[in-house]
């Protein structure tokens, strides 16, 4: 008995000794698996900046550490002991002048660094955790809200003091789909844009997108003269030849019941009065687009229903020309006939049929091009023949165009102000003198702050940035930095000049390194976060995946009719951060109703409980708050206060003064 007491002591002593023992093991992070380490653009490598140069900060080079560039995220497992992590961040000086990020490490535990925001020049900031108790550590990159451009940013001199390795972990971050959105109602419900606008004596088409059973009855009074309404199908369409603003009473009926909504009809007013919502070929076909996929593409946005949800835009992208210097039978030849009006390839035999098929589905058509001699893919652009292109467009039917860029910058020696505006000013002039309204689209990928000028020179909305879906395998982080990025030049953005963060890229859509059609590799989260963010900020809801084999998940993220009410809200005004903490970002638009959309967004990347104080963001009172992805009442917001939001996943709510 007494050597078991004595054997006791002496085990107790020796664990005693040993966890009051201090960490001795040194790991510089260089040591662990660095491909494990997840990047918004380019690869991680052992002591050298994310472009490959040697590690400098503010001047000063530094030997050991790693760079990333925003959103770059890594994933460490400890055993929950004694121990440091110590290290000094800073963006690199191969970085530009643009750079501008934020270092965080979260733990377990909590937060336990949040650098500010640090651009280039700025001095290292010291980075010291202690461990006891930590076994999952995350170092992250943000790239603040002025998006990822050139955000090269290092961790150096990083060295873990513990018992036990650190590991590295991979997050493959798979997470079941799910779907919040419920099926519409057998009742009618008209949904989409409740104002639109056209040009006097032009030809209008408007559909009134309203779900439930069918057969439904459509009507509506006081229509502008010049205009009829086919009952049975809800499709608007004539000429009005008188300048105005018309509200028109609608109501749509089935054996369920019936639903009463109003139109604003604005005839001299604007054409894009909400944001377009339609589909594009680029980011599923590219150039390899054809007459008969359009059409099949427009009659799934009509059987699938999309229509019901507002869906209006049938878009053609890049390939459907002449590919200049081309011999192939199908895409190749004159790009112009002597007359020197452009020629279509093979894959297009009849434009006019086409946008007859798609208007006859109550839906209007756009195609693409450029103001420089070729298109980004080698296609003929519109240099020197604008005036006839315009007219071409016209006869065909067109009702959308997407001008590009490419080309055109070689044709000005300067990229100033002036020459940027000069092939816009020049088309939007050619359009307004048609004899038929067509949607500007500027894709010019914000080059020169296109935000500040776009509606100046005729454009209905204009692409902010470069393309959102450029690479496939880095989708996520690019529609973080895109997305958010909005915020910054939201002032400029209101009803017929909408600012363009690029298309949904949800369902199967084209991954360009592989060159095949894959599944959208935004996790299911990350497509709830993506249509959220788009419907603050009030960003054109363009998909362009592939519509014909749309899946029920796919379909709950486009097709949730509140939603997008918030999109198409008539008020026109983006959202903008009212809190940021910590990477939890909560989101206010105001409405035309004077009630408010509120969108909660978790950035992090791991699940995490959100707290909302909702006097502290001015919600002092009575006010009601609705679910708006699985629409249901929450009720009074005082009870609901605590969101559980899984990794890049958000909230969107609907709050109302009661």
């Known amino acids: 008995m007494k050597l078991n007491i004595r054997l006791f002591i002496l085990l107790f002593v020796a664990g005693w000794a040993v966890g009051c023992s201090h960490p001795s093991l040194v790991v510089e992070i260089t040591e662990l698996d660095l491909s494990a380490f997840a990047v918004g653009w380019g690869e991680t490598k052992a002591n050298l900046s994310i472009s490959g140069t040697p590690l400098s900060i503010a001047g000063t080079p530094y030997e050991k550490g790693f760079g990333t560039h925003a959103t770059g995220e890594a994933h460490i497992r400890l055993d929950g002991r004694q121990g440091t992590f110590t290290a000094l961040a800073g963006v690199d000086d191969n970085a530009d002048s643009h750079a501008s990020v934020v270092f965080y490490v979260f733990t377990n535990k909590g937060t336990a660094f949040n650098s500010g925001v640090m651009k280039k020049g700025d001095a290292p900031k010291p980075v010291e955790v202690a461990l006891k108790g930590v076994t999952d550590l995350y170092l992250l990159v943000d790239p603040t809200s002025d998006g990822n451009h050139s955000d090269h940013a290092d961790w150096v001199n990083a060295q873990f003091t513990v018992f036990s390795a650190p590991v590295a972990i991979k997050d493959d971050h798979s997470e079941e789909r799910y779907i919040l959105t419920p099926p519409p109602a057998p009742q009618p419900r008209v949904n989409g844009a409740k104002i639109t606008g056209a040009s006097p004596a032009k030809p209008f088409l408007f559909t009134i997108a309203a779900t439930g059973n069918r057969p439904m009855t459509f009507a509506a009074a006081n229509l502008p003269a010049g205009l009829s309404l086919n009952e049975a199908t809800g499709v608007i369409s004539g000429v009005c030849s008188r300048e105005g603003k018309y509200i028109v009473p609608l109501t749509v009926s089935n054996s369920l019941g019936e639903c009463h909504d109003t139109l604003e009809i604005h005839i001299g007013g604007g054409l894009a009065l909400t944001p377009h919502i339609g589909w594009n070929s680029w980011y599923i076909y590219a150039t390899g687009v054809t007459q008969d996929i359009m059409e099949q593409s427009a009659q799934a946005m009509y059987d699938k229903g999309l229509v019901n949800f507002g869906y209006a835009y049938v878009n053609i992208d890049d390939g459907w020309e002449i590919k200049v210097g081309s011999n192939d039978l199908v895409i190749g030849g004159a790009v112009r006939n002597p007359d020197g009006t452009i020629r279509t390839n093979k894959n297009f035999p009849d434009m006019k049929a086409m946008t007859d098929y798609i208007h006859r589905l109550g839906l209007k058509a756009g195609l693409y091009s450029s103001p420089g001699r070729s298109t980004c893919g080698g296609y003929a652009g519109s240099f020197e023949h604008e005036a006839q292109d315009i007219q071409s467009y016209v006869d065909w039917g067109f009702d959308f165009l997407k001008y590009d860029w490419c080309s055109y910058g070689q044709e000005v020696p300067v990229h100033d102000l002036e020459n940027m505006q000069k092939p816009y000013l020049l088309i939007s002039k050619l359009i307004k003198e ?114 014909t084999t749309l899946d029920d998940f796919t379909k709950n993220i486009l097709c949730n009719a509140e939603v997008i009410d918030i999109d198409q809200d008539k008020l026109g005004k983006a959202g903008y951060c009212i809190q940021n903490r910590d990477l939890i970002e909560i989101w206010k638009k105001e409405l035309h109703d004077g009630n408010t959309a509120i969108a909660v967004f978790n950035k992090r990347p791991f699940g995490s409980v959100v707290e909302v104080d909702w006097k502290a963001l001015g919600y002092d009172g009575k006010f009601f708050a609705r679910d708006l992805w699985r629409q249901t009442d929450l009720g009074d917001i005082r009870k609901v206060a605590s969101f559980d939001i899984p990794r890049h996943g958000c909230v969107m709510l609907k709050v109302t003064k009661r």
Not at 437 to 466: F, P
Not at 526 to 542: G, K, N
Request: net charge negative; proline share 5%.
């Open 434 to 547: 048609a004899p038929r309204d067509i949607i500007l689209n500027m894709c010019q990928y914000g080059m020169g702050d296109v935000w500040k000028w776009g509606k100046e020179v005729g454009g209905n909305s204009w692409r902010t940035t470069g393309d959102l879906g450029a690479s496939t395998q880095e989708l996520s982080a690019s529609m973080f930095s895109i997305g958010f990025f909005q915020e910054q030049i939201r002032e400029y953005s209101g009803p017929d000049g909408w600012n363009d963060p690029d298309y949904l890229l949800f369902g199967n859509i084209y991954d360009w390194a592989n060159q095949k059609a894959v599944l959208s590799p935004l996790s299911p989260s990350e497509h709830y976060t993506c249509m959220t963010l788009w419907s603050m900020m009030s960003a054109p809801l363009i998909f362009s995946g592939e519509i």
